[in-house]
């Protein structure tokens, strides 16, 4: 499939507004730290600090693109995503 002879899979994403951004890692830190941990292992991110430590470390992943919130924001529960916090 193409749009304007350009594949879909390089279309780049549509950019997140930054409370969606926050959003997206605040459903993660609302997480048990031990599946925050999972999750930054399975990226192969350091695991070690304290919560906020790892908050710091995963907004700077976004900052740097180590981590894409395309890619998270695709396993949100709706429900959470569109609900006001």
Known sequence: M?????LLEEL???AYT???REKIVQYLMDLRTGLIREFLKVH????????????????QCFED?????????KKLPISYYDSPK
């Open 18 to 20: 930054k409370e969606e």
């Open 12 to 14: 780049k994403p549509p």
């Open 65 to 73: 693109e180590e981590l894409k919130y395309n890619r998270l924001s």
């Open 2 to 6: 193409t749009t304007d002879n350009v």
């Open 44 to 59: 192969n991110i350091n695991t070690s600090g304290t919560k906020p430590e790892l908050r710091e470390r995963i907004e």
